[in-house]
């Protein structure tokens, strides 16, 4: 068990048996982050508060959408007079991403000067590459894990691919139909039937490819010049459903006039402008219309 700052400390499973020493250390809470649970080991004794994240030591857990949950549990510790104990099996990779997570958030540090504070304290950590992406994107969003950000909603869904081989898809994962509520969002429809299909808060931004360059295993002839983008990336919408479920990738079809709009692939798929982009729900744009609310403005 290893002090990083007053009031937190880092460890391993094995620092659970040490009464006297988390006694010593004052320690008030334990953020357990490991596959194995740790209740046996806990004191019977006192009034330590107890919190475990189940998670494997692999690139892709998910760790991001603990991290504001595990900071208010450490602050409470530090802020109520007590010290917070973060361990995992070894006090490497799961226990650092926390402490580096906490570190980041309370001192608004970015992920590298967070780690490399960790690091100098305790030089055996290594957060795994997958970790790693996650506190980057923490860092992206100010510290905070926020739902609307595009590169949030995509890990997520990126996530559910790597996570769900059988590719039952939580029903929260799907955007609400627009075609159920109303809203003053710019909306999009199918050109045939003009059934709205997607609102611009579904869309998921990405940067532009390298046009022609990135299709070079493909014939060269068809490709020429800077490619643009001729499809709408956008996040799973319920209408979608039954299309997805158990499906690694397939069409995607009007829901009221089967016109195929589009396709959909949890592997990923390529944009037109060569970049690719996954997983991968796209609708064409030459399939669809934009539709932007009128502003009515008092001229009396």
Not at 18 to 32: I, M, R
Not at 98 to 123: N, W
Not at 143 to 153: A, G, I, L, M, Q
Request: charged share 20%.
């Amino acid at each position: 068990m290893l002090l990083v700052e007053p009031g937190l400390y880092i460890g391993t499973a094995a620092d659970l048996n040490n009464v006297q020493g988390l006694a010593e250390a004052a320690v008030s809470h334990v953020l357990s982050v490991d596959s194995e649970d740790p209740s046996p080991a806990l004191p019977s004794e006192g009034r330590v508060q107890h919190k475990w994240i189940n998670v494997l030591d692999e690139p892709t857990s998910d760790l991001l959408t603990h991290m504001d949950d595990s900071f208010l549990f450490i602050q409470e510790a530090v802020e109520g007079g007590g010290a917070a104990l973060v361990h995992c099996q070894a006090g490497r990779s799961r226990s650092a991403t926390m402490v580096t997570a906490y570190l980041m958030r309370r001192h608004e540090l970015s992920f590298s000067e967070a780690y490399g504070c960790l690091q100098r304290s305790k030089p055996d950590v290594q957060v795994n590459s997958g970790f790693q992406d996650q506190l980057q994107l923490y860092e992206s969003m100010g510290w905070r894990v926020d739902p609307s950000n595009t590169e949030f909603r995509r890990y997520r869904l990126r996530l559910l691919a790597q996570q769900h081989s059988d590719l039952q898809v939580p029903s929260e994962v799907f955007a609400v139909d627009p075609a159920d509520s109303a809203s003053t969002e710019v909306s999009y429809r199918c050109r045939k039937c003009r059934r709205t299909l997607f609102r611009s808060s579904s869309l998921l931004s990405h940067d532009v490819g390298g046009g022609a360059s990135s299709f070079h295993h493909k014939k060269p002839s068809n490709f020429t010049g800077n490619a643009s983008c001729t499809s709408y990336f956008i996040e799973p919408v319920q209408w979608m459903e039954s299309a997805l479920i158990g499906q690694l990738d397939g069409p995607l079809h009007c829901p009221r006039c089967s016109c195929k709009l589009g396709s959909f692939c949890w592997a990923g798929g390529q944009c037109s402008c060569g970049r690719w982009v996954s997983p991968s729900f796209q609708l064409h744009h030459n399939r669809l219309d934009q539709i932007r609310p009128i502003s009515f403005q008092n001229t009396h």
